[in-house]
């Protein structure tokens, strides 16, 4: 063959690069190559890992601060409704006191009322007797049945008076 | 002027004066080394002179050269797993580091070029990078062996015998080839087949890199005024430079098109043609 080619020496070198990638390839490549695979799975899992716990943490946060924004409108919700009812209690309070206020006025009223036909009454009273008194006085001059009739009419005038300026 | 600057310009003014004493001596004639260089250049290449006995059978010497270095690599490797890699570490220390990262190379490499196929290819191309590599480095260490003939002969890179170089050009093709099957069937055949010209490129690439270090080693190794320090120039640049680019090129190569020839076929949709009635092409 031209150039010294020889097709056994071809075949002979062809074994020895079998021969040395099979060693190579068992020896050092896959060991090496497994080490480094396993190394790898480590870190990204270890990668993994935190991602995931980033994202545990930020749901976490997410989840506390959609708690807390639910107390806060809680909070304000009970806020508003004790300010409803305060102003229900105040309104309450103030109509019964109200109420109060008119009941007392009326009875204040009605009490002024009968005090003042009491004392009408006890006006009366007191004027029939010093009208008594003034008869008496009187029927020493002339005679009692006398001085009484003159004594009813007048009383009558004074009613009709009375009675007619009404 | 100082001890120190006078030290310095003593050792200046001597060197330089070796210097010329050395090259007025090797420039005479009378050192020329009488070999026929073209005779040398033509057993660098054929090894018609050098044959060397393996196992009864008359081979080249860079035959024996693979041997050794598989050898070399597999001892490497196997100290490597008995005592390195049951001590690894999750934090790598310096050896550990270089072993993760020759390994990552070739691993993304095959990933990066072949998504959908790439286990195998990251293994044979970190096998074939190791090969080359070594086996180009081998050549410095300039290894003896007794010839045929009972001559004395330094063993050469493995690849810089043309059939090492076609023995791994063809089997880089035939993964290509098996690989390109086994994902797409006859159309990864047909892929690998339009690559008709990947084996002997492949092969002579690797042979004419590693055979042109050869040649100018041998050229400079020829005559006696040449073979100081200038070797050492030569050595690195032929052989360390050939070392690192040729395992990087094929270790490309290979996993560039095992990557074309495994990605999956995708059905390109076919466009509908536009019927565009007469009074829509006049307006």
């Known amino acids: 063959m031209p150039l010294n080619i020889d097709w056994q020496q071809i075949l002979l070198h062809l074994l020895n690069f079998v021969i040395l990638f099979a060693g190579l390839w068992l020896l050092l490549y896959k060991p090496v190559r497994k080490f480094m695979n396993e190394r790898r799975q480590k870190y990204e899992k270890m990668d993994a890992d935190a991602q995931k716990k980033t994202a545990e943490a930020e749901e976490s946060r997410a989840e506390y601060e959609r708690k807390l924004a639910e107390a806060d409108a809680e909070i304000e919700q009970k806020r508003a409704d004790a300010r409803k009812e305060l102003d ?59 001085a009484y009739d003159s004594f009813l009419d007048a009383a009558e005038r004074a009613e009709k008076k009375d009675g007619g300026n009404a | 002027m100082t001890k120190k600057q006078l030290g310095i310009f003593l050792t ?24 026929n260089i073209q005779e040398s250049m033509q057993d660098a290449v054929l090894h018609e002179g050098d044959k060397v006995y393996f196992f009864g059978m008359t081979v080249n010497p860079g035959l024996i050269s693979a041997y050794l270095v598989t050898g070399i690599i597999l001892l490497f490797a196997a100290l490597v797993r008995i005592f390195v890699i049951p001590h690894f570490k999750t934090i790598p220390g310096k050896f550990q580091l270089v072993l993760e990262e020759a390994v990552g190379l070739f691993d993304n490499m095959a990933k990066t070029n072949s998504p959908h196929r790439n286990n195998f290819l990251g293994a044979y191309i970190f096998a074939a990078a190791a090969y080359i590599f070594v086996g180009t480095l081998f050549e410095l260490v300039g290894f003896p062996w007794q010839s045929a003939a009972g001559m004395s002969v330094t063993l050469p890179a493995p690849l810089s015998d043309i059939n090492g170089a076609i023995s791994l ?11 390109g099957i086994l994902s797409n069937r006859f159309r990864g055949l047909g892929r690998t087949l339009k690559e008709f010209s990947l084996p002997i490129s492949m092969s002579f690439r690797l042979f004419g890199a590693l055979l042109s270090g050869l040649l100018v080693s041998e050229l400079v190794y020829s005559y006696l005024t040449l073979s100081f320090v200038l070797p050492v120039l030569v050595g690195v640049l032929f052989t360390v430079m050939h070392a690192l680019v040729q395992a990087y090129v094929l270790a490309t190569l290979t996993a560039l098109i095992y990557g074309e020839v495994t990605e999956p076929y995708v059905k390109k949709p076919k466009q509908a043609k536009k019927h565009q009635s007469k009074s829509e092409v006049k307006a």
Do not use: H, P, Q, W
């Open chain 1, 88 to 146: 229900r209690y105040e309104t309450m309070r103030k109509n019964a006191a109200e109420e109060e206020a008119s009941s007392i006025v009326a009875a204040a009223r009605e009490s002024a009322a009968r005090e003042k036909e009491r004392a009408l009454s006890d006006a009366r009273g007191e004027i029939a007797g010093l009208v008594t008194e003034a008869t008496e006085k009187l029927v020493l001059k002339e005679s009692a049945s006398e």
């Open chain 2, 169 to 179: 050009g063809c089997l880089s093709y035939l993964v290509i080839l098996v690989g």
């Open chain 2, 12 to 35: 200046v003014v001597f060197v330089l004066l070796a210097a010329l004493i050395v090259g007025i001596v090797l420039t005479d004639g009378l050192y020329e080394k009488d070999v």
